[in-house]
């Protein structure tokens, strides 16, 4: 069995130029067949690790899909001292002493989840101290929510020179207290923030207009196998009672549902018959409803298996919505698709500002899509050709690569730093469904 430590290098900073990089060429229209495993869901993984500082006994996790963020999570995790080992997916933390409540500028200024830790470090510790995530490519992205949470539930909340969030709980209180918090949005990472530092507050906390997405449910689900009392998570009212303790756990990850999604539009855009497993078809809804209205068929074949049926494509209208509406994780990839749909698309996004970066590079390679504010409005064409592109967000990556698939001719994806961070191994489950696509690493590279 391989038994694999978790490497921290937190001094990997060089700029890798445009002819270093690696990238993905994608020889299209290749007809798909066969069945693709799904891993383990990043956002939940993320979340469920971060709550693994409220543990003070042994901690497995199964199901861990193996990217970039969930090795800059695990070295997050020990560089507060938290003990981390990699088995293939099983994941063993220790969070019995954690030496610091200081949280690393170099890993959470590259990795937005990594602010996740604020909650249960605070509740854990009774302070945290965590630099301000900062904005990203999709949007602000403030946490703003976050910190007000926190506040109701009595921490003193400062922010220090150079961005530095210092929590604590002041006095003599020793723990936050219960309290109502009312969301005015839906926040996810709020909902997580709240709700894992309720676990171990006194008294009972109360989330108003929370998250509902299954990663939420996932957190909750992790968090009760712990020992916490949280009631109504999947509905917009959460109830946490805080308990003194949590203790030892094995718990597996839910299913990726956007890395689901994400195939089978591989499906639809390629016209072919191909599976998913294991997925939550449930949780997959908003998306299997807008495949179904632009005329796809997706069948349930038992409790956790999809098959996505070829089908003539023609336009719809997507509003990206907080679950369950439909994701806006979905919304790059599914544009890749519209852009070869028979008809006039509009998709409305609502949730992130600045979501539409993948626009232009799906223009390059055919498509006849404009921009109005937070509206795209998109024209079927009748095939996209394959062109250079650059991925500017993980999400507008996985549209890149489902656009290259049904592409005519070669398709050459840059900035596979994106892609890296939230699909496992996707070239070789491409490859294993008859895709074309290969890595190649330049030649500039070898040998570093
Ligand atoms: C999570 C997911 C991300 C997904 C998003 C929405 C992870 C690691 N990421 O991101 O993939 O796209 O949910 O489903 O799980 N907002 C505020 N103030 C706050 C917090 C959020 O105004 O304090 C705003 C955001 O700017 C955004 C909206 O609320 O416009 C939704 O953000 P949120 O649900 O918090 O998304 P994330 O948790 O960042």
């Given at each position: 069995?391989?038994?694999?430590?978790?490497?921290?290098?937190?001094?990997?900073?060089?700029?890798?130029?445009?002819?270093?990089?690696p990238?993905?060429e994608?020889?299209?229209?290749?007809?798909?067949?066969?069945?693709?495993?799904?891993?383990?869901?990043?956002?939940?993984?993320?979340?469920?690790?971060?709550?693994?500082?409220?543990?003070?006994?042994?901690?497995?996790?199964?199901?861990?899909?193996?990217?970039?963020?969930?090795?800059?999570?695990?070295?997050?995790?020990?560089?507060?001292?938290?003990?981390?080992?990699?088995?293939?997916?099983?994941?063993?933390?220790?969070?019995?002493?954690?030496?610091?409540?200081?949280?690393?500028?170099?890993?959470?200024?590259?990795?937005?989840?990594?602010?996740d830790?604020?909650?249960?470090?605070?509740?854990?510790?009774?302070?945290?101290?965590?630099?301000?995530?900062?904005?990203?490519?999709?949007?602000?992205?403030?946490?703003?929510l976050?910190?007000?949470?926190?506040?109701?539930?009595?921490?003193?909340?400062?922010?220090?020179?150079?961005?530095?969030?210092?929590?604590?709980?002041?006095?003599?209180?020793?723990?936050?207290?219960?309290?109502?918090?009312?969301?005015?949005?839906?926040?996810?990472?709020?909902?997580?923030?709240?709700?894992?530092?309720?676990?171990?507050?006194?008294?009972?906390?109360?989330?108003?207009?929370?998250?509902q997405?299954?990663?939420?449910?996932?957190?909750?689900?992790?968090?009760?196998?712990?020992?916490?009392?949280?009631?109504?998570?999947?509905?917009?009212?959460?109830?946490?009672?805080?308990?003194?303790?949590?203790?030892?756990?094995?718990?597996?990850?839910?299913?990726?549902?956007?890395?689901?999604g994400?195939?089978?539009?591989?499906?639809?855009?390629?016209?072919?018959?191909?599976?998913?497993?294991?997925?939550?078809?449930?949780?997959?809804?908003?998306?299997?409803?807008?495949?179904?209205?632009?005329?796809?068929?997706?069948?349930?074949?038992?409790?956790?298996?999809?098959r996505?049926l070829?089908?003539?494509?023609?336009?719809?209208?997507?509003?990206?919505?907080?679950?369950?509406?439909?994701?806006?994780?979905?919304?790059?990839?599914?544009?890749?698709?519209?852009?070869?749909?028979?008809?006039?698309?509009?998709?409305?996004?609502?949730?992130?500002?600045?979501?539409?970066?993948?626009v232009?590079?799906?223009?390059?390679?055919?498509?006849?899509?404009?921009v109005?504010g937070n509206?795209?409005?998109?024209?079927?064409?009748?095939?996209?050709?394959?062109?250079?592109?650059?991925?500017?967000?993980?999400?507008?990556?996985?549209?890149?690569?489902?656009?290259?698939?049904?592409?005519?001719?070669?398709?050459?994806?840059r900035?596979?730093?994106?892609?890296?961070?939230?699909?496992?191994?996707?070239?070789?489950?491409?490859?294993?469904?008859?895709?074309?696509?290969?890595?190649?690493?330049?030649?500039?590279?070898?040998?570093?």
């Open positions: 069995m391989e038994d694999t430590a978790i490497n921290i290098n937190l001094a990997e900073t060089r700029t890798i130029s445009l002819e270093e990089q990238f993905l994608i020889q299209g229209r290749q007809e798909l067949s066969g069945e693709v495993k799904i891993s383990g869901a990043k956002n939940s993984a993320l979340a469920i690790m971060a709550a693994s500082l409220l543990c003070q006994d042994d901690c497995r996790l199964r199901n861990i899909p193996c990217l970039v963020d969930i090795n800059r999570m695990s070295q997050l995790l020990q560089a507060l001292g938290v003990k981390v080992q990699r088995n293939r997916e099983i994941l063993d933390i220790n969070a019995v002493n954690i030496r610091s409540s200081q949280a690393p500028y170099e890993i959470v200024s590259r990795m937005r989840a990594s602010f830790i604020i909650g249960p470090l605070l509740t854990r510790l009774g302070v945290a101290r965590v630099p301000l995530p900062g904005g990203c490519a999709i949007g602000a992205r403030p946490v703003d976050y910190l007000q949470g926190l506040q109701a539930m009595g921490a003193n909340i400062q922010i220090e020179s150079g961005g530095i969030v210092y929590a604590c709980i002041p006095g003599n209180k020793g723990r936050l207290q219960g309290a109502k918090i009312y969301l005015n949005k839906p926040s996810v990472g709020a909902t997580k923030t709240i709700m894992t530092a309720a676990t171990l507050a006194e008294g009972e906390t109360r989330i108003e207009n929370a998250a997405e299954p990663e939420i449910v996932d957190l909750a689900n992790f968090c009760r196998q712990m020992g916490a009392q949280i009631k109504g998570a999947g509905t917009n009212t959460i109830i946490i009672s805080g308990v003194e303790r949590l203790h030892a756990l094995d718990y597996s990850i839910i299913p990726d549902r956007i890395e689901a994400t195939f089978l539009i591989a499906g639809a855009i390629t016209r072919s018959d191909i599976s998913l497993c294991p997925v939550i078809p449930e949780h997959l809804m908003p998306v299997i409803a807008k495949l179904n209205s632009i005329g796809c068929r997706v069948i349930n074949e038992g409790s956790d298996r999809l996505i070829p089908e003539n494509l023609k336009a719809v209208d997507i509003e990206t919505l907080p679950y369950p509406g439909f994701p806006t994780d979905m919304q790059a990839p599914f544009m890749a698709l519209l852009s070869i749909s028979e008809g006039n698309s509009i998709i409305s996004e609502t949730i992130f500002e600045n979501r539409f970066r993948h232009a590079e799906l223009n390059r390679m055919g498509a006849d899509i404009r109005k509206h795209a409005l998109i024209r079927g064409v009748s095939a996209l050709s394959g062109a250079p592109v650059m991925a500017t967000d993980l999400r507008a990556s996985a549209a890149l690569v489902v656009a290259g698939l049904a592409a005519e001719g070669t398709t050459i994806v900035g596979l730093h994106h892609l890296d961070r939230g699909y496992e191994n996707i070239e070789s489950k491409l490859q294993k469904l008859g895709a074309k696509l290969q890595r190649v690493n330049s030649p500039n590279r070898q040998g570093n």
